[in-house]
């Protein structure tokens, strides 16, 4: 019986326990997905779900591995070794592509983004239910007779934890754009687009299959990625009339090409060396700089190492 951070009994050894710090960021996730859930499920009861109970449980379980999938690698790798995190993020990215290719084709979801979930503002959600106005009417406000500028009067201020420092008409513009998001429907994908989604969604797994056949230190699994990405990309580039968040995630796929250069074997032969050389010579020479860039020089190789940080 051993006792691990001196509160819990456990019935078994823990031969090297992971650090409570590592523990700490890899749950940091899954503890504000469970809050913003939380939220988002309290106010179901005040509005209708923009989609159907069943599409957003897959949403929630796809949200729920992608915030738990570097714990879980960190924690097999621990326990059964290289062996048992390879077969652990095997599994996670099967689930995930059986997922989105579930959502893709049954549900007519288009573009899938990431998060799967929109993310709950707090800020907005509670705003409403401390000030003393409603969500539809117009804020009562000052006009200034010679500047026009619009000040919020004092006894229609709210509180001072959800008071915001804006313009008063901030908060309704905010508020309807969130809305019109939510209930905006995904743009429905032709045959071309259908087949560029799908390809972004097997993309883990065939570079895991390519993986096992032609091994780590091989250029073929790198290459095979990186054209699948950018055939994707080239095939939905393509679409107009897509919406903001849409928009966004083709913009979020586009910059990540950039995570390329961090992947092995590109980073091990070419950029881990200019990389390391660049931030050091920051470090050294202009003040203040090393505060950030020794410890990302540090945190640089552990980054790279855990395949759901570089690939995932």
């Known amino acids: 019986m051993r006792k691990l951070g001196g509160n819990l009994d456990l019935p078994f050894k823990v031969a090297s326990p992971i650090p409570t710090s590592c523990l700490s960021w890899c749950t940091l996730p899954l503890t504000c997905l469970c809050c913003s859930m939380t939220g988002s499920f309290g106010r179901s009861f005040e509005k209708k779900l923009p989609v159907s109970l069943s599409q957003q449980k897959l949403l929630t379980w796809l949200s729920v591995l992608e915030c738990v999938e570097v714990f879980m690698e960190m924690g097999a790798a621990k326990v059964w070794g290289e062996v048992g995190r390879w077969l652990v993020i095997a599994l996670i990215q099967l689930a995930k592509a059986v997922l989105r290719m579930f959502l893709l084709i049954w549900f007519k979801t288009g573009i899938q983004t990431s998060p799967p979930i929109v993310p709950l503002d707090r800020e907005t959600q509670a705003q409403p239910l401390d000030g003393d106005h ?41 508020q309807k754009q969130q809305q019109e998001e939510l209930s905006t429907p995904p743009t429905p994908l032709g045959l071309q687009e259908t ?24 250029w073929a699994p790198w290459l095979l990625s990186g054209v699948v990405d950018m055939t994707s990309l080239s095939l939905l580039s393509d679409r107009k009339n897509l919406t903001r968040r849409e928009r966004l ?50 945190y640089l190789p552990s980054w790279q190492k855990i395949y759901f940080y570089s690939w995932g």
């Open 134 to 174: 409603n969500l539809g009417s117009p804020e009562p406000s000052y006009v200034g007779k010679r500047s026009n500028r619009v000040v919020r009067t004092l006894q229609n201020s709210p509180s001072l934890h959800s008071r915001h420092w804006g313009a008063p008409q901030q908060r309704e513009i905010r």
């Open 249 to 298: 995630e083709l913009r979020r796929r586009t910059i990540l090409l950039l995570y390329y250069l961090l992947r092995s074997p590109f980073y091990d032969r070419f950029s881990e060396a200019k990389i390391l050389f660049l931030l050091q010579l920051l470090a050294d020479h202009i003040p203040g700089i090393g505060l950030v860039a020794r410890p990302l020089m540090d």
């Open 195 to 218: 087949i560029a989604e799908s390809l972004y969604i097997a993309r883990p797994l065939l570079h895991l299959l390519s993986l096992g056949l032609w091994g780590q230190r091989s």
